[in-house]
């Protein structure tokens, strides 16, 4: 039978009204890193920017870093967490298969709204913030809560010097909901699986806990460096395409805090003028994947480097390979 189904009305615009961060409490500098491997400060410092990163305390976890980001995101928005229409979580390294990590976030902030996480690694929050805008503009969810968060510390070989230098915790969140001026441009996403190998988990929890063992992240880090200073540079000018702005509009560039040579790079074909603020946070957080994005921005605008009101553009891109980017007015 043909019958008239009721679309869904939503608002016009979105924007980020809130962001936050949560840091975890354990720093493991460069001399400590390298008591694990064989490596030196000035090598890991000349490679990556990384100088120091955080890891996960006795207390902490990727419940709790999440929930400290989330309620902190929540306040900072002005709204009830019970106004929540959906929770989006983006985590690798929540190791409970089923439920979902949202899904208790949710109810720990007093929302039954939807709820679900997203396994899209580095690029996760730039891939749960363009989920979030759509659902604010269809009407699917008034407002949106979007969680990046990893504890890699746990997933990471600390005596695999290909890896451990660069992997680090940490959670971000941010609150998308209805405006009358728009905030949040056309999401710029997309997938490259005929890469997986380049950054993949090294065997199935399930062999791994046959054999007494956990899985870790295995990195071809050649590999990852060439696509990500290439095709994410293009990437990188396509975000600022679909916004209809060019490097001149910017005010902020906060790319995945993967390595500094690889925003280093980006930067080098992008052109950006010399006033617009960099994040450099891998200088002191490492490479926290999906929280990478919110935590920058977080501690931009907290310590005043950047300003609420100013344009950004976000761009994420990691294991899968996968990667997602957004220009966003700053809450
Ligand atoms: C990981 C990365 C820093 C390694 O640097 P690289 O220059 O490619 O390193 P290579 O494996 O080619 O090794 C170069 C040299 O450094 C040495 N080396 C490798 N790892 C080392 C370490 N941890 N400490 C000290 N020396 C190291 C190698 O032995 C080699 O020495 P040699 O020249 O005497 O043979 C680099 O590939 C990279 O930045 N990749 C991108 C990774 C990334 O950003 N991932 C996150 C994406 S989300």
């Not at 749960?128 to 890699?152: D, K, N």
């Not at 071809?220 to 460096?225: A, T, Y």
């Not at 095709?231 to 396509?238: C, E, L, R, S």
């Not at 975000?239 to 995945?256: M, N, S």
Request: proline residues 3%.
């Amino acid at each position: 039978m043909s019958v008239s189904i009721k679309a869904s009305t939503g608002n016009p615009f979105a924007r980020v009204l809130s962001v936050a961060s949560y840091v975890p409490s354990r720093v493991i500098d460069n001399a400590e890193m390298c008591t694990y491997i064989d490596s030196s400060d000035e090598w890991i410092q000349q490679r990556t920017g990384i100088a120091e990163r955080r890891w996960v305390g006795e207390e902490e976890t990727v419940e709790s870093m999440a929930l400290a980001a989330a309620q902190r995101a929540v306040e900072r928005a002005g709204i009830e967490g019970s106004e929540l229409g959906a929770v989006i979580v983006s985590t690798v390294t929540y190791f409970h298969q089923t439920p979902s990590l949202a899904a208790k976030l949710a109810h720990q902030l007093g929302t039954n709204g939807a709820a679900f996480d997203i396994s899209a690694a580095c690029a996760g929050f730039c891939y749960g913030l363009g989920q979030a805008e759509s659902l604010v503009r269809s009407g699917a969810a008034r407002y949106v809560l979007v969680v990046g968060v990893e504890e890699l510390s746990r997933f990471t070989d600390i005596h695999d010097r290909t890896t451990a230098f660069l992997f680090a915790d940490g959670a971000g969140a941010a609150v998308v909901g209805p405006s009358e001026i728009n905030g949040i441009g056309p999401v710029v996403w997309g997938s490259d699986g005929g890469q997986s190998q380049a950054i993949s988990q090294t065997t199935e929890w399930s062999e791994a806990v046959a054999n007494g063992q956990t899985p870790y992240l295995a990195m071809d880090g050649r590999s990852v460096f060439k696509w990500a200073s290439g095709f994410i540079t293009d990437a990188t000018k396509q975000v600022l395409d679909a916004a209809g702005l060019t490097p001149d509009d910017l005010d902020v560039f906060i790319p995945h805090q993967a390595n500094n040579r690889i925003t280093d790079a980006i930067l080098r074909h992008l052109k950006l003028p010399e006033r617009v603020v960099v994040a450099r946070t891998i200088k002191q957080f490492g490479n926290n994947s999906a929280a990478s994005v919110p935590m920058a921005m977080d501690q931009l605008l907290t310590t005043g480097k950047a300003k609420s009101g100013q344009t950004a553009l976000l761009i994420g891109f990691g294991a899968g390979l996968v990667y997602a980017g957004q220009i966003v007015t700053l809450p």
